[in-house]
């Protein structure tokens, strides 16, 4: 059982491009989410998604998108990459949406914008 | 505004010493509060949670933690620290759908 996987590892990307980070989880939780995790501010919420087909903003969601088109898949777009979006992006997943459930994370994604 | 305050950046302990981090919180109401730990280079793992009920939550690796509304505060301990314990420690309190991180504290286990 992988849990939750990522990808890539790591990425260096010109400011500008065009960015997609991967994450997948093969437990069949119902809600997903994703944040960045920068020095001294601990992890922040970028998008949730509480089932399939749905998604919601989070406390830092400018510049990403992202979908939910299956239960498994929650990938993650920078439309355009800016220098401020370096940092360690985290999908994490959880089996319900009340607040109760612990949040299973994957290894992360390290990524630097030039 | 729902914040989350770990004082402590960074701790330093001796192998063998006790263990005590810092968690204060803000909310409208109690929140879940929640006890993360990240090794280097790895998602966060729970370590314990709290909901209601029992002031004094126990979790793994020997770690509990205790809530105290007065003090709005659910502060992590543990008796006796392990090198492996090394990592770094996130309190997060959350409502449904919002789950509210901590900077985080540091912790340096010494042999």
């Known amino acids: 059982i992988a849990g939750i996987t990522q990808a890539p590892t790591s990425q260096i990307l010109a400011a500008g491009r065009r960015m997609t980070l991967r994450c997948t989880q093969d437990m069949r939780h119902n809600a997903m989410y994703w944040y960045r995790q920068d020095l001294g501010l601990g992890l922040r919420l970028i998008h949730y998604?509480?089932?399939?087909?749905?998604?919601g903003k989070g406390e830092v969601p400018d510049g990403y998108s992202v979908s939910r088109a299956n239960t498994d898949d929650f990938p993650l777009t920078l439309a355009s990459a800016v220098p401020s979006q370096t940092s360690v992006y985290f999908c994490?997943?959880?089996?319900?949406?009340?607040?109760?459930?612990?949040?299973?994370f994957g290894p992360g994604t390290r990524l630097t914008v030039l | 505004a729902q914040s989350v305050t770990q004082p402590d950046i960074h701790i330093t302990v001796s192998e063998g010493a006790s263990l005590e981090l810092r968690c204060n919180y803000s909310?409208?109401?109690?929140?879940?509060l929640f006890w993360y730990v990240q090794s280097p280079g790895q998602g966060l793992q729970l370590l314990l949670k709290?909901?209601?009920?029992?002031?004094l939550v126990q979790g793994i690796k020997g770690f509990e933690a205790e809530f105290k509304r007065s003090q709005s505060s659910f502060n992590l301990r543990k008796p006796s620290v392990h090198w492996s314990d090394a990592a770094e420690y996130f309190c997060?309190?959350?409502?449904?759908?919002?789950?509210?991180f901590g900077s985080g504290t540091q912790l340096t286990v010494l042999p």
């Open positions: 997060a309190a959350g409502s449904a759908r919002q789950l509210t």
């Open positions: 998604s509480n089932t399939a087909g749905t998604t």
């Open positions: 909310y409208g109401a109690t929140p879940y």
């Open positions: 994490a997943s959880s089996d319900g949406t009340s607040g109760r459930e612990e949040q299973f």
């Open positions: 709290y909901f209601s009920g029992d002031t």
